[in-house]
Antibody, heavy 126, light 110 residues
Framework: EVQLLESGGGLVQSGGSLRLSCAAS????????MNWVRQAPGKGLEWVSG????????YYAGSVKGRFTISRDKSKSTVYLEMKSLRAEDTAVYHC???????????????????WGQGTLVTVSS | QSVLTQPPSASGTPGQRVTISCSAS????????LYWYQHLPGTAPKLLIY???QRPSGVPDRFSGSKSDTSASLAISGLRSEDEGDYYC???????????FGGGTKLTVL
C-alpha cells in the first residue's frame, strides 16, 4: 500500500523557519516525482512545489519562490520542504503528494497527483 | 486570480446528474491535460480524473470527464450523499512553470 506520512508541522513566528518531511513507502520512490500542495483555512488547494523523480528538476509556485526549497533523499525515501521567511499567509495544511505519470521516470509537469498524504498543519503567527 | 475558473457551488438531489465546469483563461493551459480531484470532509484529496477523461481504477464510472479547447467538465451521474464535498480541476501551466488549481466547487447533495 502506498503511504505518505508528513511530519514537521507546527506553530512558528512570522519570519521563522520550518522543515517538513514526507516519508514514502509502498512504491519505488525513485520512479516518481513528488510535490507539496497546501490548503489554507477556508481556502482552496494551492500547489507549492514539485521535484522530478531524479531530483534534477525543481519547481515552485510564485508565492514561495526564493523562500521554500524542495529536496529528496532516495536513501530514506523522503521528500523535504524547507520553509524560510514564513508569513502569516503560509498558514495551511501541507500535503505531500506523489506525482504519478502512468510509468516510471516521472517529471513534475507530466505527472498527476496520486495519492495524497493526510497533511501536516503549519501555523505562522504574526 | 486563478487561471482555471470553476463555479463556487453546485447542487443536486440523489440520483441526479450534475456537471462542474472548469474554464482556462490561458491558452498555455488550454492545450494541456486537465485533472480532477475530489476532497471530501475529513479526508485527503483524491484523484478522480486524469488526462481529461481517464478514470483511475477504483473510481466509479459515475464520474466522467471531458475537455474541449480551453474548457473542461466533470460529470457525476447517480448522485449520492457521499459525493458531497469539494471538487477541483488542475493543469500544468507552461508560462508559470507550475501546477494551477481551479478555485474549487462545493457540491451539495440536497
Amino acid at each position: 500500500e502506498v503511504q505518505l506520512l508528513e511530519s514537521g508541522g507546527g506553530l512558528v513566528q512570522s519570519g521563522g523557519s520550518l522543515r517538513l518531511s514526507c516519508a514514502a513507502s509502498g512504491f519505488t520512490f525513485t520512479n516518481y516525482a513528488m510535490n507539496w500542495v497546501r490548503q489554507a483555512p477556508g481556502k482552496g488547494l494551492e500547489w507549492v512545489s514539485g521535484i522530478s523523480f531524479d531530483g534534477d528538476y525543481t519547481y515552485y509556485a510564485g508565492s514561495v519562490k526564493g523562500r521554500f526549497t524542495i529536496s529528496r533523499d532516495k536513501s530514506k525515501s523522503t521528500v523535504y520542504l524547507e520553509m524560510k521567511s514564513l508569513r502569516a499567509e503560509d498558514t495551511a495544511v501541507y500535503h505531500c503528494v506523489r506525482g504519478y505519470c502512468g510509468g516510471t521516470s516521472c517529471y513534475t509537469k507530466d505527472s498527476w497527483f496520486d495519492p495524497w498524504g493526510q497533511g501536516t498543519l503549519v501555523t505562522v503567527s504574526s | 486570480q486563478s487561471v482555471l475558473t470553476q463555479p463556487p457551488s453546485a447542487s443536486g438531489t440523489p440520483g441526479q446528474r450534475v456537471t462542474i465546469s472548469c474554464s482556462a483563461s490561458s491558452s498555455n493551459v488550454g492545450s494541456v491535460y486537465l485533472y480532477w480531484y475530489q476532497h471530501l470532509p475529513g479526508t485527503a484529496p483524491k484523484l478522480l480524473i486524469y488526462r481529461n477523461n481517464q478514470r483511475p481504477s477504483g473510481v466509479p464510472d459515475r464520474f466522467s470527464g471531458s475537455k474541449s479547447d480551453t474548457s473542461a467538465s466533470l460529470a457525476i451521474s447517480g448522485l449520492r450523499s457521499e459525493d458531497e464535498g469539494d471538487y477541483y480541476c488542475a493543469a500544468w501551466d507552461d508560462t508559470l512553470s507550475g501546477w494551477v488549481f481551479g478555485g474549487g466547487t462545493k457540491l451539495t447533495v440536497l
